[in-house]
């Protein structure tokens, strides 16, 4: 009850700071203060959780990714995680900007967003923390190289969201690269299918197929991917589109003893709507009618020959 009355307080201030039009840089400090407020007042409880459900806050990250992140580094007992993130867009809402305005630490964050750097910087303060900020477009080919050119530290929190060719880029880490790793996969694929879009160079979901739908990999072939990287599946974000994992290291019986796991199809149930039409235009489409839009889309079947290109109709 003392939750939800706090949520209400919460969104009536910023109503009211948006109502003022105040200077964007007031505006996230407000949300970064009420962030830790909120967070702090959850620590409590963290022990008794039983999903990461529970856990979601969002401050800057897309959807509810921060308050998971602060219930993994607490319950991990990491005090100021060092990261790296790809696909950061221009870091305004991301997986680890709040992470970096509260800690300091060591980051490197990765987009290939025209002017990354300029775009990024009146988010962050970049003198009080070592944020590394690289334009790139991330490919499993260049991925070892930035990573060997940009990040000297050991990394406890690793994220990558590129909407493209993630299984082959995550394929090419080494096992154990961190200690959390986040991950993006397409909830539409559905609980039963093991496959990803082709590794294409400069791949495009958009040019891919018109519906936006086509993009990833299911949420299958990324466990089965991060089990060989030896980590194991804690669970995703309430918008089932971010997975979330932990090292083998790092005992779920230790850390995690609560949190129960579901059957998959839960967490490929879906509520996002963004598909388009042949005219880009939003058309909304819903459960099953998302797959069927993507059922000529050529993808690979990593249960069978990864050499083989098939259609989704032929898998369903």
């Not at 856990?55 to 319950?75: C, P, R």
């Not at 990394?155 to 995550?170: A, C, K, N, P, T």
């Amino acid at each position: 009850m003392l939750n939800k009355i706090c949520y209400i307080i919460i969104k009536k201030i910023i109503e009211i700071i948006k109502y003022l039009n105040f200077d964007q840089s007031v505006f996230d400090k407000v949300i970064f203060c009420i962030g830790i407020n909120k967070l702090t007042s959850c620590r409590q409880n963290y022990k008794n959780f039983r999903t990461l459900h529970e856990a979601e806050f969002k401050v800057f990250s897309q959807n509810g990714e921060d308050g998971i992140i602060d219930y993994l580094v607490h319950q991990l007992d990491i005090p100021s995680p060092n990261f790296v993130e790809i696909g950061t867009g221009n870091y305004r809402e991301s997986n680890t900007r709040f992470l970096y305005n509260q800690n300091y630490s060591k980051g490197l964050i990765i987009d290939r967003l025209d002017q990354l750097h300029k775009k990024v910087k009146p988010y962050v303060n970049l003198w009080k923390g070592d944020l590394r900020i690289h334009q790139n477009i991330v490919t499993a080919n260049n991925i070892n190289e930035i990573l060997g050119q940009y990040c000297d530290y050991e990394i406890d929190i690793f994220s990558i969201d590129i909407d493209s060719i993630d299984y082959w880029v995550i394929s090419k880490l080494k096992p154990n690269i961190s200690k959390i790793f986040i991950a993006e996969y397409n909830p539409v694929f559905g609980p039963d299918l093991e496959i990803t879009v082709p590794n294409i160079e400069g791949f495009d979901r958009t040019n891919y197929h018109y519906s936006n739908l086509c993009y990833g990999l299911s949420l299958k072939a990324l466990i089965k991917l991060m089990e060989k990287k030896n980590y194991y599946f804690l669970g995703t974000n309430l918008q089932k589109i971010n997975a979330f994992f932990i090292s083998n290291e790092l005992k779920k019986d230790s850390f995690f003893p609560n949190i129960n796991l579901k059957k998959l199809s839960y967490y490929s149930d879906s509520n996002i709507r963004d598909s388009r039409d042949r005219n880009y235009n939003l058309n909304y489409l819903h459960g099953d009618k998302k797959l069927k839009e993507i059922r000529e889309c050529k993808v690979i079947n990593l249960a069978g020959d990864k050499n083989t290109v098939v259609k989704i109709q032929d898998l369903t």
